[in-house]
């Protein structure tokens, strides 16, 4: 019988080991270098998403409070008009009788007809800059979403390549690349609008 042939493996299995802890270290340095990007541009994305969110607050505040004015003025409007109803009513008496109203009775029925034009001017402003405040709020809300999914798109991409650094699979950090180019996507649409 032939001897076997003995082929020293031990070197080709050192540089085949070598090789292999190069390519994963450089895998590991492009995982750390790509997920350090991103949890940065989560860090902006995520104070954009909380600054938008305020904002909107304050504009929703605000046109709460214009709310609040314009009501109180429709209620003085309101009281206007009762005090020339009774004006008027007090004037048809005066002509029931067949004669003529005093003159202080018209000056004051022309007053009140005048506070109530301005009130219903000041109302009808303060609901024209409510209803501003409000849709800016609200377009800020619907800015503030894209940020947030922004965000919770960089997160899941962040956990991936932990993942892929921990396994040293380049699938999944390619998985992680995606979901990160996603979620830059949607900061740079939230971030132009």
């Not at 860090?43 to 609040?68: D, H, I, M, P």
Request: glycine share 4%.
């Amino acid at each position: 019988m032939p001897e076997e042939i003995e082929i020293d493996t031990d070197k080709l299995r050192e540089a085949i080991d070598e090789e292999i802890e190069r390519d994963a270290g450089s895998l590991l340095r492009a995982i750390a270098l790509t997920t350090a990007i991103l949890a940065a541009l989560a860090a902006v994305a995520s104070l954009q998403a909380g600054s938008s969110v305020n904002e909107a607050l304050a504009l929703k505040t605000e046109a709460t409070r214009l709310q609040a004015e314009a009501s109180d003025e429709w209620a003085y409007y309101q009281a206007k008009g009762l005090k020339a109803a009774v004006i008027a009513a007090q004037k048809n008496v005066w002509a029931a009788l067949d004669k003529a109203p005093p003159a202080e009775l018209m000056a004051e029925a022309d007053h009140y007809a005048d506070d109530q034009k301005k009130s219903k001017d000041k109302a009808e402003q303060l609901e024209r800059e409510r209803d501003q405040k409000s849709a800016q709020g609200d377009a800020l809300m619907h800015r503030h979403h894209f940020f947030a999914e922004s965000v919770a798109f960089l997160q899941v991409a962040i956990a991936l390549g932990a993942v892929a650094a921990l396994t040293r699979k380049r699938a999944i950090w390619v998985g992680s690349l995606l979901l990160g180019v996603a979620g830059c996507g949607l900061f740079a649409y939230a971030f132009a609008h």
